[in-house]
């Protein structure tokens, strides 16, 4: 059984900060990748920040330089620090684990940026 638990979210001013955290759950699979996504409304939910084949990890050009996703080595959690935060940024922000045969994801957390 697969479990994510997403943290860390809530209301925020332009320019700060938030750091969200994720406590993985799968005992028994393989993890091929993990990582942060976001969907504000009417919109596709969308990849942020992810560690997958290589040891670095890749990031969407939107948060590049303001958002760093870590990870614990033994894959039980993984995080994102969020800086310089945006209005643009107002999202529900979902943690992501692929495995060998399936996507999971966490229930999400509603991060808002505004004054």
């Known amino acids: 059984q697969v479990q994510l638990v997403e943290s860390g979210g809530g209301l925020v001013q332009p320019g700060g900060s938030l750091r969200l955290s994720c406590a993985v759950s799968a005992s028994g699979f393989s993890i091929r990748a993990m990582g942060w996504y976001r969907q504000a409304p009417g919109q596709q939910r969308v990849l942020l920040a992810t560690f997958s084949s290589g040891g670095s990890p890749d990031y969407a050009d939107s948060v590049k330089g303001r958002f760093t996703i870590t990870r614990d080595t033994a894959q039980k959690s993984v995080y994102l620090q969020m800086n310089s935060l945006k209005p643009e940024d107002t999202a529900v922000y979902y943690c992501?684990?692929?495995?060998?045969?399936?996507?999971?994801w966490g229930q999400g957390t509603q991060v808002t940026v505004s004054s």
């Open positions: 992501h684990i692929r495995t060998t045969w399936a996507n999971f």
